[in-house]
């Protein structure tokens, strides 16, 4: 249903308030944090979660957090109230403030994490909410694309995170972030090179840094408030938040500097041009986030005082006048029924609210004074000079991407309001609810205020997340509006005359951009053809291995594991054949001779029910072994076992139709072989190897004081292993229930 649609639909009540007023408390208690967080204490809480492998539900509040935590909520307070209205009537409601409220959640439990297992839990989180939301309607063949592709593109560079969290855990010996940025980082380490590349794979993914940006466009399907808070304050800003997050102990090389600092640059200019060729205004906003994440990125390829304050400065000036845009396009849909820059125009006298909070925010966008926006972009190009390396590509960089986006500004928040229509209007233009425009407008003024008084943010979210980066507040750079005539200012000038010259020719411009095709250079273009052969394979893969033969599903499990015992030992070379064995005694020799008599006759029979005889006897010799090895409880359950299966297989058999005996191929007998080989060799491994007793001492220890058993196995199997115990017995009840219903439905004899 669009906006349009639902203006005169029934309200949602105070269902849509409440989501309102959580984040706002969220805000609340976030910003009380303020002052213990900028006079550089770091807030912790942490309580045990797999103690066993040294993992905890550990959260942190530093500089860092608290900037994406009072994001994330203050701009949740603007979008909910917007969706309040903007979905007014839409009887999936519920649903969506669920999913919504999931997805914040889930963001700010990624931000506050302090263990890298845990963020990647809640890295997860945010990619299963962002695909139901991307996907909310659901009827639409193109939602339901967009967010398969969101899913698989942000899912798959998640497990490369999780990889590299764990070669991080194993590099340092844990996975606790507070350990990992107090240590003396891992730019030295065997493992730096593969953490990196595992760790840029998730980041990259997940902030839709070229060649990964083409589902971030797509992902627009969704409804513009969740638009508006996966671009401005979540999602794609968490691979930006990883990033920074682990740059104290991942940057400072060569190799850090030229990945961020070069996909950076190519993904903010090559998105600053696709920007200028849309003609949507949401689909042109969602590509100037593209230009924003690039900026980001890039910054955080350097290490100086100048970069990481503009940083830290652009973090908050994009989530503010991103999140009011795209809203503002939401109200622009709403009171004329599309979304058409070509159409659009005319707008100021009909929609003034609307209009005076675009204009705001779009001279923050493009980096006028004296708003915060400015601040930033003078704060980046002051950088430029600081840069470590190539400053003239870093400044070229920059100052084509920002011009292209004061052009893009005025596109956007310009055009619409204050330049004659193109053509006419599918609706007569009205003002939205007070509600659709109240969460922009005052994000668009904050924006303004900060930008005068620049103090308030400098104390309250820049130094603290500089800090956070670089761990010494003093590198933090003052945020002011005027610095002088300089370098920045300078290159500040050229960037809004390019700008301005950029709009005045963007209509041919566009036109010329337009001629490019974007699938020549995006992995979009053929992910049709990838999910068509992932599913081709899928289908090939499945008829091969399931194909309803039980030899066949044997033979492929014996072969993996085959595969999977060998290669280990091949690989590292864990061979420990015994140099002399104790000849066996005539007790042991006969239980051997009987277990080959058995194993002879299963092979040569072609009756199934001497077949399991055969097996009863190599399972009563295994039973023997056990007496004699003094387990006189295991070897009954042995004897006991085998003696039930005999018969309930037997009497099975009874019911199978008769079934003319297959030969038996070579191959068979290589693979048993080979198996045995193998497992008879990991044995002898085994055997070799030092005896740990720490499990056997536990519960020799425990299985009378605090099981009060005196006899160890049983005590294991009810009551240290109890639910492992009781999901086996589970498992051979279905089982069993599962073979009657299949017997009874089969006829015929057996052999």
Same mark, same amino acid.
């Given at each position: 249903?669009?906006?349009?649609?639902?203006?005169?639909?029934?309200?949602?009540?105070?269902?849509?308030?409440?989501?309102?007023?959580?984040?706002?408390?969220?805000?609340?208690?976030?910003?009380?944090?303020?002052?213990?967080?900028?006079?550089?204490?770091?807030?912790?809480?942490?309580?045990?979660?797999?103690?066993?492998?040294?993992?905890?539900?550990?959260?942190?509040?530093?500089? /860092?957090? @608290?900037?994406?935590?009072?994001?994330?909520?203050?701009?949740?307070?603007?979008?909910?109230?917007?969706?309040?209205?903007?979905?007014?009537?839409?009887?999936?409601?519920?649903?969506?403030?669920?999913?919504?409220?999931?997805?914040?959640?889930?963001?700010?439990?990624?931000?506050?994490?302090?263990?890298?297992?845990? @963020?990647?839990?809640?890295?997860? /989180?945010?990619?299963?909410?962002?695909?139901?939301?991307?996907?909310?309607?659901?009827?639409?063949?193109?939602?339901?694309?967009?967010?398969?592709?969101?899913?698989?593109?942000?899912?798959?560079?998640?497990?490369?995170? =999780?990889?590299?969290?764990?070669?991080?855990?194993?590099?340092?010996?844990?996975?606790?972030?507070?350990?990992?940025?107090?240590?003396?980082?891992?730019?030295?380490?065997?493992?730096?090179?593969?953490?990196?590349?595992?760790?840029?794979? #998730?980041?990259?993914?997940?902030?839709?840094?070229?060649?990964?940006?083409?589902?971030?466009? !797509?992902?627009?399907?969704?409804?513009?408030?969740?638009?508006?808070?996966?671009?401005?304050?979540?999602?794609?800003?968490?691979?930006?938040?990883?990033?920074?997050?682990?740059?104290?102990?991942?940057?400072?090389?060569?190799?850090?500097?030229?990945?961020?600092?070069?996909?950076?640059?190519?993904?903010?200019?090559?998105?600053?041009?696709?920007?200028?060729?849309?003609?949507?205004?949401?689909?042109?906003?969602?590509?100037?986030?593209?230009?924003?994440?690039?900026?980001?990125?890039? $910054?955080? #390829?350097?290490?100086?005082?100048?970069?990481?304050?503009?940083?830290?400065?652009?973090? *908050?000036?994009?989530?503010?006048?991103?999140?009011?845009?795209?809203? $503002?396009?939401?109200? *622009?849909?709403?009171?004329?029924?599309?979304?058409?820059?070509?159409?659009?125009?005319?707008? +100021?006298?009909?929609?003034?609210?609307?209009?005076?909070?675009?204009?705001?925010?779009?001279?923050?966008?493009?980096?006028?004074?004296?708003?915060?926006?400015?601040?930033?972009?003078?704060?980046?190009?002051?950088?430029?000079? !600081?840069?470590?390396?190539?400053?003239?590509?870093? %400044?070229?960089?920059?100052?084509?991407?920002?011009?292209?986006?004061?052009?893009?500004?005025?596109?956007?928040?310009?055009?619409?309001?204050?330049?004659?229509?193109?053509?006419?209007?599918?609706?007569?233009?009205?003002?939205?609810?007070? +509600?659709?425009?109240?969460?922009?407008?005052?994000?668009?003024?904050?924006?303004?205020?900060?930008?005068?008084?620049?103090?308030?943010?400098?104390?309250?979210?820049?130094?603290?997340?500089?800090?956070?980066?670089?761990?010494?507040?003093?590198?933090?750079?003052?945020?002011?509006?005027?610095?002088?005539?300089?370098?920045? @200012?300078?290159?500040?000038?050229?960037?809004?005359?390019?700008?301005?010259?950029?709009?005045?020719?963007?209509?041919? $411009?566009?036109?010329?951009?337009?001629? *490019?095709?974007?699938?020549?250079?995006?992995?979009?273009?053929?992910?049709?053809?990838?999910?068509? %052969?992932?599913?081709? $394979?899928?289908?090939?893969?499945?008829?091969?291995?399931?194909? +309803?033969?039980?030899?066949?599903?044997?033979?492929?499990?014996?072969?993996?594991?085959?595969?999977?015992?060998?290669?280990?030992?091949?690989?590292?070379?864990?061979?420990?054949?015994?140099?002399?064995?104790?000849?066996?005694?005539?007790?042991?020799?006969?239980?051997?001779?009987?277990?080959?008599?058995?194993?002879?006759?299963? *092979?040569?029979?072609?009756?199934?029910?001497?077949?399991?005889?055969? =097996?009863?006897?190599?399972?009563?010799?295994?039973?023997?072994?056990?007496?004699? !090895?003094?387990?006189?409880?295991?070897?009954?359950?042995?004897?006991?076992?085998?003696?039930?299966?005999?018969?309930?297989?037997?009497?099975?058999?009874?019911? /199978?139709?008769?079934?003319?005996?297959?030969?038996?191929?070579?191959?068979?007998?290589?693979?048993? /072989?080979?198996?045995?080989?193998?497992?008879?060799?990991?044995?002898?491994?085994?055997?070799?190897?030092?005896?740990?007793?720490?499990?056997?001492?536990?519960?020799?220890?425990?299985?009378?004081?605090?099981?009060?058993?005196? !006899?160890?196995?049983?005590?294991?199997?009810?009551?240290?292993?109890?639910?492992?115990?009781?999901?086996?017995?589970?498992?051979?009840?279905?089982?069993?229930?599962?073979?009657?219903?299949?017997?009874?439905?089969?006829?015929?004899?057996?052999?």
């Amino acid at each position: 249903m669009s906006a349009a649609a639902s203006s005169d639909a029934p309200g949602n009540g105070w269902t849509g308030i409440a989501p309102v007023l959580l984040s706002a408390a969220l805000f609340a208690w976030f910003l009380s944090l303020g002052p213990q967080v900028a006079a550089g204490e770091t807030l912790r809480l942490a309580v045990p979660w797999v103690p066993s492998l040294g993992l905890e539900l550990a959260f942190a509040i530093d500089g /860092l957090a @608290l900037a994406f935590a009072l994001m994330i909520s203050g701009i949740g307070i603007a979008v909910m109230l917007h969706a309040h209205f903007y979905l007014r009537g839409d009887r999936h409601f519920g649903r969506f403030l669920l999913f919504m409220m999931s997805f914040m959640l889930s963001m700010l439990g990624l931000v506050l994490a302090d263990d890298l297992i845990l @963020l990647f839990v809640f890295w997860e /989180l945010t990619t299963i909410t962002s695909y139901l939301l991307i996907g909310y309607g659901h009827d639409s063949a193109k939602s339901r694309r967009s967010a398969l592709q969101a899913l698989f593109v942000t899912g798959a560079g998640g497990l490369a995170f =999780l990889a590299g969290a764990i070669l991080i855990g194993i590099a340092t010996g844990s996975t606790s972030i507070s350990e990992l940025l107090a240590g003396d980082g891992l730019t030295d380490h065997a493992l730096y090179l593969p953490i990196l590349i595992l760790v840029l794979a #998730g980041a990259f993914t997940k902030s839709a840094q070229y060649p990964f940006h083409f589902w971030l466009p !797509n992902a627009m399907a969704a409804p513009t408030p969740v638009s508006a808070f996966l671009h401005s304050a979540t999602m794609v800003k968490a691979g930006v938040y990883l990033m920074a997050r682990l740059h104290p102990a991942l940057s400072g090389t060569d190799v850090w500097f030229w990945a961020l600092t070069i996909a950076g640059a190519v993904t903010a200019v090559l998105a600053s041009l696709l920007a200028l060729r849309q003609t949507d205004l949401k689909q042109a906003l969602a590509y100037t986030t593209l230009m924003a994440l690039g900026t980001l990125t890039l $910054l955080l #390829g350097q290490s100086t005082g100048y970069a990481i304050t503009a940083f830290a400065t652009f973090l *908050i000036v994009h989530a503010l006048y991103k999140a009011a845009l795209f809203l $503002l396009v939401a109200n *622009i849909d709403h009171g004329t029924g599309t979304r058409d820059a070509t159409l659009l125009g005319g707008l +100021g006298r009909a929609m003034p609210f609307t209009a005076l909070a675009a204009m705001l925010s779009a001279l923050s966008m493009a980096g006028l004074p004296p708003f915060l926006g400015f601040i930033g972009k003078e704060l980046m190009y002051a950088g430029v000079e !600081n840069a470590p390396t190539w400053p003239e590509f870093i %400044g070229a960089s920059l100052v084509l991407a920002n011009a292209l986006m004061v052009a893009v500004a005025a596109v956007v928040a310009f055009k619409p309001f204050w330049r004659p229509p193109g053509g006419p209007l599918p609706a007569e233009p009205h003002e939205a609810p007070w +509600g659709m425009w109240a969460g922009p407008l005052v994000l668009a003024i904050l924006a303004t205020v900060l930008g005068i008084f620049p103090a308030v943010v400098q104390s309250l979210v820049v130094t603290p997340t500089v800090d956070s980066l670089l761990q010494d507040p003093a590198e933090a750079k003052e945020l002011k509006l005027w610095a002088g005539v300089n370098l920045a @200012l300078i290159l500040s000038g050229v960037t809004v005359g390019l700008g301005l010259l950029i709009y005045l020719l963007h209509q041919p $411009l566009r036109r010329m951009i337009a001629r *490019i095709d974007e699938a020549t250079f995006s992995l979009d273009g053929n992910w049709d053809r990838f999910l068509d %052969g992932l599913i081709g $394979l899928a289908t090939w893969q499945t008829r091969v291995l399931q194909n +309803g033969r039980l030899k066949s599903y044997m033979s492929i499990t014996f072969l993996t594991l085959l595969v999977a015992m060998a290669a280990p030992m091949i690989v590292y070379g864990v061979w420990e054949i015994p140099t002399s064995l104790d000849a066996p005694n005539w007790i042991e020799a006969a239980i051997v001779l009987l277990i080959l008599a058995g194993i002879a006759l299963v *092979i040569l029979t072609s009756s199934r029910i001497a077949a399991i005889a055969g =097996l009863g006897v190599v399972g009563v010799s295994v039973a023997l072994v056990f007496i004699i !090895n003094g387990a006189p409880d295991v070897a009954i359950t042995q004897l006991l076992v085998e003696t039930l299966v005999v018969v309930l297989v037997a009497v099975a058999m009874l019911r /199978l139709p008769f079934l003319t005996p297959e030969r038996r191929p070579a191959t068979d007998a290589l693979l048993a /072989l080979g198996v045995g080989t193998v497992v008879t060799l990991t044995l002898f491994a085994v055997l070799a190897a030092p005896i740990d007793r720490r499990l056997t001492d536990f519960f020799e220890l425990a299985s009378y004081t605090e099981a009060y058993g005196r !006899n160890i196995v049983n005590v294991i199997l009810v009551d240290f292993r109890a639910l492992d115990t009781f999901g086996e017995i589970a498992v051979v009840a279905v089982a069993a229930l599962s073979a009657v219903a299949l017997l009874r439905g089969v006829r015929g004899g057996g052999k």
